[in-house]
């Protein structure tokens, strides 16, 4: 009887030992299977966010290296980055043809760029504080907005005045998000730089004629705070070899001082070396300092400044052209009536012998005319086709015998209306000199 009772309870106890066994190893077999499904969705995830990261990387990329130029300025750019994608930005924003200021030229309109509008051009830097695709979104339509807007206005305040208001109103998309920005216009023609802040590192700019560095300041606070918020505009008047660097934000403010000791260090070297210099220092810092940020290191010199460069056919008909082009230039930078006066006066005698003596007034031959500002004063050269003439003979301190004559007058004439006045290529060319006044 008890041998029957121990087996029976021996039986149950196999029984449920097998139950508990098969029961384990179900849920096993589901937790093996939810395992499964984790790891292919934690795949799928990493693939989906390296995807996020490489359209965002190949985008930033793109925009850095976007085919836009500022006409005679030398634009060099350096981006250190890590594997996250940062909010840092920057871009090259053309001024296309606008009518708003559009004339008839001395050179006939062909293209969508008109000889006028070449000579502009705007560019904008900053950083948000957002990163990853949600920031290469964005930077993209930061961008947009602003050549939207640079189309049609040229004042600094302005775009980032439109800017801000897209950003404030993109808030309901992003939350607590902003941006600083430093938005600059190039206007070749004037010489000049407008700028305006909007809470970013002020740019370095070094005059090459007072060789010295100082920091673009201007006050401005940060994109999205406010709507219509307004931004103070500043202008500086460039040169020949003038510099300017700008940066995102890398380090501490007490830090970002030392920078334009760096650059100012380095400011006699060309371009590419200095940014090297300064992106080798700026790394060894950051590193040094424990900081893993990205960051954009942007340098523009200004090689050359001409309003206008022309090549004429020497027919006497080109004189009132060349000169009322240059006129139109010269009151574009605040010429008043005596100095364009003098500055007409001046251009009739020089192109009549350029064309008359220079070229014999064979159309077939050419006149080259180049007009540049130069330390807020303006240059026209002017070179004929000839042979030149011996023009150390010229004594300016003497009276012509004849000043009504058609011949001997004219270089007499121009040296007294004009601030300076010097011949080179033997004679056949010559620089006028006139100050704004």
Not at 31 to 59: G, Q, V, W
Not at 73 to 100: Q, T, W, Y
Not at 256 to 274: F, P
Not at 330 to 358: F, T, Y
Request: net charge neutral; hydrophobic share 40%.
């Amino acid at each position: 009887m008890y041998h029957i009772l121990g087996y029976t309870f021996l039986a149950a106890a196999l029984i449920l030992m097998a139950a508990l066994f098969f029961s384990k190893s179900k849920e096993n077999k589901k937790l093996l299977i939810k395992n499964s499904l984790l790891e292919e969705e934690i795949r799928n995830f990493t693939k989906k966010l390296d995807e996020d990261l490489r359209l965002a990387h190949d985008f930033k990329r793109q925009y850095l290296t976007n085919n836009h130029s500022l006409h005679g300025v030398d634009v060099s750019v350096r981006h250190f980055s890590d594997s996250v994608v940062g909010g840092e930005f920057f871009s090259l924003i053309p001024l296309d043809k606008n009518p708003d200021r559009c004339r008839r030229c001395i050179e006939p309109c062909g293209s969508s760029i008109c000889h006028l509008a070449k000579n502009e051009g705007s560019f904008i830097i900053g950083d948000m504080n957002i990163s990853g695709l949600p920031a290469a979104l964005m930077i993209a339509q930061v961008l947009s907005t602003a050549e939207q807007v640079a189309g049609s206005i040229t004042s600094p305040g302005k775009v980032l005045e439109r800017v801000n208001n897209f950003i404030y109103k993109s808030k309901s998309q992003q939350h607590n998000f902003y941006t600083t920005a430093f938005y600059g216009y190039i206007d070749q023609r004037k010489g000049v730089l407008k700028y305006s802040h909007g809470g970013h590192e002020p740019p370095i700019y070094y005059s090459r004629s007072a060789n010295k560095a100082r920091r673009l300041e201007a006050p401005g606070l940060v994109l999205g705070t406010n709507l219509n918020q307004r931004f103070e505009e500043k202008e500086v008047y460039l040169s020949q070899g003038d510099k300017i660097i700008m940066y995102t934000p890398l380090l501490e403010e007490k830090e970002t001082v030392n920078l334009l000791g760096l650059v100012t260090k380095n400011i006699q070297e060309n371009m590419n070396s200095l940014l090297d210099n300064v992106e080798k220092e700026l790394k060894n810092l950051a590193q040094s300092k424990g900081h893993k940020r990205n960051f954009i290191l942007v340098g523009l010199e200004i090689v050359n400044t001409p309003f206008g460069q022309y090549k004429v056919p020497a027919h006497l008909f080109m004189i009132s052209k060349v000169t009322e082009e240059v006129i139109f230039i010269a009151q574009q930078l605040g010429m008043r009536n005596k100095g364009i006066i003098a500055l007409r006066i001046s251009l009739n005698e020089i192109l009549s012998n350029a064309i008359i003596h220079g070229s014999g007034k064979d159309p077939n031959k050419s006149i080259e005319i180049v007009v540049w500002i130069e330390d807020k004063s303006l240059k026209v050269k002017v070179k004929d086709s000839g042979k030149g003439f011996d023009y150390k003979k010229l004594d300016f301190e003497k009276i012509p015998e004849d000043l009504l004559a058609e011949e001997g007058r004219g270089l007499f004439l121009v040296k007294h209306y004009v601030d300076e006045m010097h011949f080179d290529d033997g004679g056949s060319s010559i620089t006028i000199t006139k100050v704004i006044d």
